[in-house]
Each structure stands twice: as structure tokens, then as C-alpha cells.
């Protein structure tokens, strides 16, 4: 029972680089999402997707990307890191609302920090 | 677009004894569901409690209460006998039911230290 799993856990990245954050579900969840984490804030959505090849953006999704091939998977694309997006990034997943079972599942967290 | 408030930035707690930490949101919806999470050091977020709007009766999970006040837009969490492992940071959440995705919007935290 893995649940949602991200790698990576931790990343350093210099000014201008890109990457993936790699998120993977094993509960059949129709619904995923990203959302970003600064120093002593709350969370706030970044992308989410309501099923394979469905994608709509959230509060800060400048300066990310998205794509959901598969229903399990859900990679988060940074092009052109900025120290702005120095954070820890959340992936969960849930089933529709109206199936009753609202609740997300999330993921152990990646810490990224741009210099 | 709803808003979610936190207005205790930290509080602490004497092990065995009882908190309360306050949320507000603000919202023109009918239909919604509130929550509370937790995230200990470890980073890991667990959901501690949810309440449906619709429902009148203040949700309970053993030690962990809620008081729903729906006119006063109002959703505090009580946490009696506190334990250690309380010790975490705190978010209220808001959930709107709508058709395309359930997405949550958080406030901004509260950080509760349990002494022992």
C-alpha cells in the first residue's frame, strides 16, 4: 500500500535549470494535484488533473508544466528554475467528491531550493 | 474564490490540558466540506478531521473536535488531554463541491508545541 509517491525527496538546482518532480499513485484515484509549500505558509494548488490526459491550472502555475499520460502518474516539469521556486512541493490524489470520498492523499513532500 | 484564516500564528499547550485553534473562511457557497490537517515535522500531511456544511452536528475524532459555527463562517479545532505528538503545524482547509476537481484551499497554519 504505497499510496502517492514523489521523487525526489530533496534537490538543488542552480538558476536557469529545468526538471521533473515525479509523482505515481497506486489507489486508481481519478484526481491528482501539486501544490507548493513556502516557509510558513499554507499550501496553494499549482496543477491538478481530473483524469488521464485532462489538466487544468491552479492559484500559481507560472513557470510550471504538466501532463498526465496515465492515470497513476502526475509529473510536475519546472522550465527555467528561479529562486522563486525554492519550496516544498506536495502531490496528492483523491477520487471525484461526488463519489463521497473526498478525502486527498498526499505525498511525503520534494524540498526544491534554486540558487 | 474562497479565503481561509488562521489567525494564530503559534500557540502552545501544556501536556494533558486542552487547546483550541481557530480558522474562518469566507465563502458565498452552500455546499462545501472543511477540514483539518496536520503536519508534524516529519512533513507528512494527515487529515485529523472533516465536516460536511450540510451537517449540523460537530464532527469528532477521539480527541480531536470541531465547533462549526456555518453563519459565523467559523471552524475551530479543540484538541483535549494534548500528547506530545501533537506537537505539529495545524491547517484549516476548504473544499468546495463542484464538478471539476476537489480542490482545497488552505489557510495559512498554525504551529501548536506541546510541553511537557
Known amino acids: 500500500n504505497a499510496g502517492v509517491t514523489q521523487t525526489p525527496k530533496f534537490r538543488i538546482l542552480k538558476i536557469g535549470q529545468s526538471m521533473t518532480l515525479q509523482c505515481t499513485q497506486d489507489?486508481?484515484?481519478?484526481?491528482m494535484y501539486w501544490y507548493r509549500q513556502d516557509p510558513g505558509m499554507g499550501l496553494k494548488l499549482i496543477y491538478y488533473s481530473v483524469g488521464a490526459g485532462i489538466t487544468d491550472k491552479g492559484e500559481v502555475p507560472n513557470g510550471y508544466n504538466v501532463s498526465r499520460s496515465t492515470t497513476e502518474d502526475f509529473p510536475l516539469r519546472l522550465e527555467l528554475a528561479a529562486p522563486s521556486q525554492t519550496s516544498v512541493y506536495f502531490c496528492a490524489s483523491s477520487y471525484p467528491l461526488q463519489s463521497g470520498a473526498n478525502v486527498l492523499t498526499f505525498g511525503a513532500g520534494s524540498r526544491l531550493t534554486v540558487l | 474564490a474562497q479565503t481561509v484564516t488562521q489567525s494564530q500564528p503559534e500557540m502552545s499547550v501544556q501536556e494533558a490540558e486542552t487547546v483550541t485553534l481557530s480558522c474562518t473562511y469566507d465563502?458565498?457557497?452552500?455546499?462545501?466540506?472543511l477540514f483539518w490537517y496536520k503536519q508534524p515535522p516529519s512533513r507528512q500531511m494527515i487529515l485529523v478531521i472533516r465536516q460536511e456544511a450540510y451537517k449540523q452536528q460537530n464532527a469528532t475524532e477521539n480527541r480531536f473536535s470541531v465547533n462549526f459555527q456555518k453563519a459565523a463562517k467559523s471552524f475551530s479545532l479543540k484538541i483535549s488531554d494534548s500528547q506530545l505528538g501533537d506537537t505539529a503545524m495545524y491547517f484549516c482547509?476548504?473544499?468546495?463541491?463542484?464538478?471539476?476537481?476537489?480542490?482545497?484551499?488552505f489557510g495559512a497554519g498554525t504551529i501548536l508545541r506541546v510541553k511537557s
Open positions: 482547509a476548504f473544499m468546495k463541491l463542484e464538478e471539476y476537481g476537489n480542490k482545497l484551499v
Open positions: 489507489m486508481n484515484h481519478n484526481y
Open positions: 465563502t458565498s457557497e452552500n455546499n462545501y466540506y
